[in-house]
């Protein structure tokens, strides 16, 4: 534990060397300033906090919160990190103290990183212990010192939150670390006593923080969302009997889990209420029209995809994220990180062909595959499909599918100027064309044998379209557009999960949430007079991985709901061929696994602490099933 000392020192001349401040400049030469001269100036104070939200991100090298290259949703079965997939080692039976891979110091999860969250914390601490003693001199510094407080507050029940959703039971720590200080004494607190301090934070920061804010700076409502996605975690399967249930930094071992779900529905039910702010969905919640046309799907579909893509004031669903500026600042390069190939970006994080079969059809029926040629072929002819559309895959699936997803025929951007000639209407082409003798013609520009950067080109038939802007061409500038952390339809669906799983009377009033959120979509209701509590779960559930497809929430789901070893599958490529004629061939091609993965131990349900870590600190308990 001593390693997180360093860190206070540097961020603090590093806030001195950002910041301006005439009234500490007049003071005294740069070479002479330590890491008090932080607490001279509320204005400095908010500089350093302001570190503190960059620090969120772990290595700010590799992006801030969940804006980055490499996704956490390529730990789950929803996406595939074709630059890196070993180091997905959760994936590949590999994950241990010794080998973090993604989930490193240097890996692109390095926000999930022990050390670089108990570092933030550190900082967190040196602020809370110092602040109240910063000279102020007008009511607007007052007001400015409590907001900082809050914002303070915010930010460490973030990071302890996350200490608690990946490892369990935390060190929990409110006051700062001393150079010098005895570390071999201290040991980690049980999960209830880590979910304490994380609702404790939560609340502080909800007396301290205004309504509204400069975006990118926290609100209380953040911090009501927070404790009510933390919430949502220590009600689920698996830290209620699911894993080593007599083990308290894993497992609950006191009160019950109905407790747990009521604590989780009223936390949902007091944004919902407007306790903490106004918040809606984007877009209408009134029933869809049935059929829903092609202009229709395309306007849920842009709806939808907006959410991700705003620049400017933020919508009312968005409750807290991260703002880029065009210059300086943080950066977001979700155009080149994501972007086909043909395009000169870096085609990251490939949808897979399961996802993908999981959205709906526009009309809220299951999509199904076999068209009485199986599970993994379809195939039909120009005439065919001009008599019944629905042949192709791709045809009328739900909106968000639309707003999501990149497949192959899926208009996107108008071409660069060396790609143009192969691509003249700007459709994404992760297909081949073919002779009608059954030779190439052409391969696709968007393909691994495409003849731009053929390397970037996705490994199984998809792109991710969500996320992206297209206004930017990312090979050569930064996108501007929001990540958004929270956003109402968490709540909404925190809370039906919360109330379904409850049951009896709460059971309607969740699946109303989770109506909410289908009908701004464009599907049609769940019937909310069910009884039958598993279908219902299976509603939320899935409801879940649609709307927050790429966001990463999966890797929390599948853990919590202790579901990954029935969802981590090799992934395969989809394999398409569009002939001259204009006849298709879909192949889902399971005999190759482009990424071979399978669940080896329950004990991947938690993150191991660090080798180094526990070398320094051998009292320190690791998780179960590591050693």
Not at 200 to 226: K, N, V, W
Not at 426 to 435: A, L, S
Not at 453 to 473: C, H, I, Q, R
Not at 519 to 543: I, K, S
Request: net charge negative; proline share 5%; aromatic share 14%.
């Amino acid at each position: 534990m001593k390693k997180v000392i360093s860190y206070i020192i540097p961020i603090a001349l590093l806030m001195f060397l950002v910041t301006s401040c005439e009234d500490v400049l007049d003071q005294a030469p740069v070479s002479t300033f330590n890491e008090q001269v932080v607490f001279t100036d509320i204005n400095i104070v908010k500089s350093y906090i302001g570190k503190c939200y960059d620090r969120m991100g772990g290595n700010t090298n590799y992006g801030i919160l969940g804006a980055r290259e490499d996704l956490l949703s390529s730990a789950t079965d929803q996406t595939l990190c074709i630059h890196r997939p070993s180091n997905y080692v959760n994936l590949k039976g590999a994950l241990s103290p010794d080998r973090l891979g993604f989930f490193s110091h240097t890996g692109y999860g390095g926000f999930m990183y022990w050390n670089n969250l108990y570092a933030n914390i550190q900082n967190l601490n040196y602020i809370l212990d110092n602040i109240d003693g910063v000279p102020t001199k007008t009511t607007t510094e007052d007001a400015l010192k409590t907001r900082l407080k809050g914002e303070a507050y915010f930010i460490r029940a973030y990071m302890y939150g996350r200490l608690l959703m990946n490892y369990g039971g935390a060190i929990i720590r409110t006051t700062a670390f001393k150079l010098g200080e005895d570390f071999l004494s201290i040991t980690r607190s049980t999960l209830q006593q880590t979910l304490d301090q994380v609702l404790s934070d939560c609340d502080q920061a909800i007396s301290l923080l205004p309504a509204s804010m400069e975006q990118g700076r926290a609100t209380r409502a953040a911090a009501a969302a927070l404790k009510s996605r933390v919430l949502l975690f220590c009600a689920s399967p698996l830290v209620n009997g699911g894993y080593e249930p007599t083990n308290p930094l894993v497992s609950f071992t006191t009160g019950t889990q109905a407790q747990r779900w009521a604590a989780a529905r009223d936390a949902a039910k007091a944004i919902m209420d407007g306790t903490y702010g106004t918040f809606k969905l984007a877009g209408t919640t009134e029933d869809p029209p049935s059929p829903l046309t092609e202009a229709d799907i395309k306007t849920y579909a842009d709806n939808y995809f907006n959410i991700f893509n705003q620049k400017g004031k933020w919508n009312d669903e968005t409750i807290w994220g991260i703002q880029f500026p065009l210059t300086g600042g943080n950066v977001n390069r979700a155009n080149i990180w994501y972007g086909p190939n043909g395009y000169h970006n870096w085609g990251n994080n490939n949808p897979t062909e399961p996802a993908v079969r999981e959205y709906e059809m526009a009309d809220g029926t299951p999509f199904v595959w076999d068209i009485g040629q199986g599970e993994y072929l379809r195939q039909a002819t120009a005439a065919e499909l001009e008599a019944n559309p629905y042949l192709n895959p791709y045809y009328g699936r739900e909106p968000r599918f639309y707003g999501t997803i990149l497949y192959h025929g899926a208009p996107w951007q108008q071409r660069p100027a060396d790609a143009a000639g192969f691509d003249p209407y700007n459709i994404v082409q992760t297909g081949h064309f073919y002779n009608m003798d059954g030779t190439v013609k052409a391969y696709g520009i968007d393909t691994r044998q495409g003849l731009i950067e053929s390397w970037n080109g996705t490994k199984n038939g998809y792109y991710l379209k969500k996320f992206m802007d297209p206004a930017t061409v990312g090979q050569y500038y930064f996108n501007t557009n929001t990540w958004v952390e929270f956003r109402y339809a968490e709540i909404l669906l925190n809370y039906a999960e919360a109330c379904i799983e409850l049951g009896g009377a709460d059971m309607p009033l969740g699946i109303d949430a989770l109506n909410m959120v289908r009908n701004r979509a464009g599907l049609p209701d769940r019937d909310r007079n069910t009884t039958d509590q598993d279908l219902a779960r299976q509603w939320v559930r899935h409801e879940r991985y649609i709307e927050f497809f790429a966001e990463g929430h999966q890797y929390y789901d599948m853990r919590r709901w202790m579901t990954a070893p029935q969802v981590i599958k090799n992934v395969s490529p989809m394999k398409i061929k569009q002939f001259v004629n204009g006849d298709m061939e879909w192949f889902y091609d399971t005999s190759k696994a482009e990424d071979e993965r399978y669940w080896a131990n329950d004990a991947f349900y938690w993150l191991p602490i660090t080798r180094t870590e526990i070398n320094k600190a051998p009292q320190i308990q690791q998780n179960p099933g590591y050693q």
